[in-house]
């Protein structure tokens, strides 16, 4: 069992920054891929980013490229999401996903094993 505890969103005004963090409880954090997802209000879930759990491989929406940048911390138990040159539509609840030995190119939810319950991202124009 993995519990995920999201925190570090908040307001930030367009082209402004977040980073996002991502706390795991448990001993095995290392072989877990982990993602980060987004839910706007009335909209599906969206994959956002990931990292895999073996090197530190990456991989990302077209929408956040070059933007927002995945990264973790095994010793710490953390994953990061440093978003950059926030837009109104990056306004979200962002939830992080642990995935036991998952694909980093995992972009559905079902494909995850464990999830956290979201941080708000609220990005104005």
Known sequence: ??????SGGGLAQAG??????C???GRTFSRYAMG???QAPGKEREFVAAISWSV???YYSDSVKGRFTISRDNAKNTVYLQMNSLKPEDTAVYLC?????GRVQAVLPHEYDYWGQGTQV???S
Do not use: N, P, Y
Request: proline share 0%; no cysteine.
């Open 56 to 58: 530190d491989i990456t």
């Open 16 to 21: 402004g920054s977040l980073r996002l963090s």
């Open 97 to 101: 996903a642990a995935g036991w030995k």
């Open 122 to 124: 609220t990005v104005s």
């Open 36 to 38: 980060w997802f987004r």
């Open 23 to 25: 706390v795991a409880s």
């Open 1 to 6: 069992q993995v519990q995920l505890v999201e």
